[in-house]
């Protein structure tokens, strides 16, 4: 009787000990599909109040893919969604973020990326040198299927923007 009440005892405690570790997990991303991009381009552009007017192209534009181009020579087809902010005037400012199909095109995305910060470097040089350093330090990075280019001059604050989203 004392060993069968013991035993119960323990099957109870380890009943217990397995709910509660099981709900000590890591914290799981959110799922990719709940992330509203107009929220997300909203947030980022606040994120920076030194941002000058911009323009802001994107997946729901008429001519998402020929916009897209300007961005990225990536096939358009393998894109979900995308925004793509970039200064008005002409500055170094941009902001874009560009969610894939498949998460494993990342590696690609990036590098296409930066073909085009690459440019946009070489033409700065040549129009508008006083912003060149500004996009010599733009950040691409990347975060469940999503890619980001952050060209201004709160960087970090655009990508904690971006961050808080995951």
């Known amino acids: ?10 099957t109870a405690i380890i009943t217990l000990l397995c709910f509660a570790m099981a709900g000590c997990g890591q914290k799981s991303e959110k799922n990719i599909e709940q992330i509203d991009m107009k929220k997300l381009q909203e947030t980022m552009l606040a994120a920076d ?3 000058p007017k911009m323009q802001v192209s994107s997946s729901n534009d008429e001519n998402a893919d020929l916009n897209f181009s300007s961005l990225s020579d990536m096939d358009y087809s393998r894109i979900a969604s995308y925004f793509y902010a970039y200064a008005k005037s002409g500055t170094a400012q941009e ?4 969610q894939l ?8 995305l990036m590098q296409s990326i930066q073909k085009h910060v690459d440019n946009r470097i070489k033409t700065l040089q040549e129009y508008n040198p006083e912003q060149v350093n500004m996009a010599k330090n733009a950040v691409i990075t990347r975060k ?8 201004s001059e709160k960087n970090g ?10």
């Open 49 to 51: 109040e030194t941002l």
């Open 157 to 166: 604050l655009v990508q904690n923007a971006f961050d808080s989203f995951f």
């Open 95 to 98: 902001i874009a973020v560009i």
């Open 101 to 108: 199909k498949d998460p494993k095109d990342e590696a690609i």
């Open 144 to 151: 469940s299927g999503y890619v980001t280019l952050i060209i």
């Open 1 to 10: 009787m004392e060993s069968t009440r013991k035993r119960i005892f323990h």
